[in-house]
């Protein structure tokens, strides 16, 4: 498949106006995708966890306008304007504009809305990115009569990715691959696919508690991260890590072996920091608490036999994942011993979901 598949035939429907709300989760990555290509192209390919409470529901309304003057857009978050959101929306319209021709013909409300507090220091971006692509993938579907429920996906994942890389991931659930793996059937750069074989019933209802340590503004954006990658000296390794650390996940989620989960989950996530902490220029994402909660998690698991690990975006906050049966148990470990270097003692519990919906 290539991009010239996702051009659609003329629209056969005319509509003047409507409506669609779609609600899109968040997704944490076990293998992390860290450096890109030209057109959102990924490096290496990587697999996530599709979230489930932590997510953004977003109305798109959608009326023809009288002339075709470039692209006419407003944007809400929680009912108030935000003229900050446009450049990005603008940025991703351009980007999808071929893919969308409709995108010129109306004048387009956005409204959005987050279950987590919008400055909590977790990312939007792939919620928000994924909940709107599939927004206008409804708005196409009216135009045009002949749209099957998965190419209707794929295009979405595909849209979504343009928006925010990561952002491919979250359409479905639970567990999504995107970029191409000799292993994994169906795998592509251009869009995330659902993980196609056998998961061990270890991993069902997987539980994440977010730890929120730094809720500021992200020190580094995605777009400087990832540029970090290009010229960087390990990169070439990285990348054929994360592949056959990917290999290695096939397995794991077979076998279900869940101290070899904890190695992989854990070192990627070190992995993802140390070559931040290695390019040019540098950064340390981390925060002293995070490094706290780190030692504490490792302790306890050692104490307790626990099957408790960690895992970190590109920040400071910790996701704290561990199997339904330690559900009680490590939320009291949290409670007792973590919460106290939160934010505001801030956290979110949250859990492996099935993907976005239609509302
Ligand atoms: O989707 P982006 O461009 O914001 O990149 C996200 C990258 C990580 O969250 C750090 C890793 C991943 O695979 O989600």
């Not at 056969?12 to 944490?28: H, K, R, V």
């Not at 993980?195 to 954006?221: A, M």
């Not at 981390?286 to 998690?297: G, Q």
């Amino acid at each position: 498949m290539t991009e010239e598949n996702f051009i659609p035939k003329p629209y056969t429907n005319l509509i003047d106006s409507g409506s669609f709300t779609w609600a899109s989760p968040s997704n944490i990555a076990l293998v992390k995708y860290w450096g890109k290509k030209e057109h959102q192209i990924p490096e290496n390919p990587s697999i996530s966890f599709t979230l489930n409470n932590c997510k953004t529901t977003t109305t798109v309304s959608f009326s023809k306008k009288e002339i075709n003057t470039g692209f006419s857009f407003e944007v809400f978050l929680d009912g108030e304007q935000k003229e900050d959101f446009k450049p990005k929306i603008e940025i991703f319209f351009k980007r999808v504009e071929v893919y969308l021709p409709f995108l010129n013909a109306y004048h387009f409300k956005i409204e959005t809305s987050n279950t987590f507090p919008h400055s909590s220091g977790i990312a939007s971006s792939a919620s928000g990115m994924s909940a709107l692509a599939l927004c206008l993938m409804s708005i196409e579907k009216e135009l045009s009569t002949d749209v099957s429920e998965q190419d209707f996906i794929k295009k979405a994942s595909f849209l979504s990715r343009l928006g925010s890389g990561s952002a491919c991931r979250s359409l479905e659930g639970d567990l999504v691959v995107w970029g191409t793996h000799d292993e994994i059937k169906g795998s592509s750069d251009l869009f995330g696919v659902k993980y196609p074989y056998d998961v061990h019933q270890n991993f069902k209802n997987y539980q994440d508690t977010i730890l929120l340590v730094d809720k500021g503004e992200k020190q580094v954006s995605s777009t400087v991260g990832h540029n970090l990658m290009h010229g960087h000296p390990f990169a070439q390794k990285r990348f054929k890590q994360a592949n056959s650390n990917l290999s290695q996940m096939v397995s794991i989620l077979k076998n279900g072996d869940l101290d070899q989960f904890i190695a992989l989950v854990e070192s990627e996530a070190l992995t993802l920091h140390a070559m931040m902490m290695t390019s040019m220029p540098y950064f340390i994402l981390m925060k002293p608490n995070t490094l706290e909660i780190i030692n504490k998690i490792w302790n306890y698991r050692k104490q307790k036999g626990s099957k408790v690990c960690f895992t970190l975006d590109a920040g400071a906050n910790v996701h704290v994942l561990y199997p339904q049966n330690e559900r009680a148990s490590v939320l009291e470990f949290i409670k007792n011993e973590l919460v106290a270097y939160c934010q505001n003692g801030q956290y979110i519990c949250d859990v492996i979901g099935l993907g976005a919906n239609k509302l």
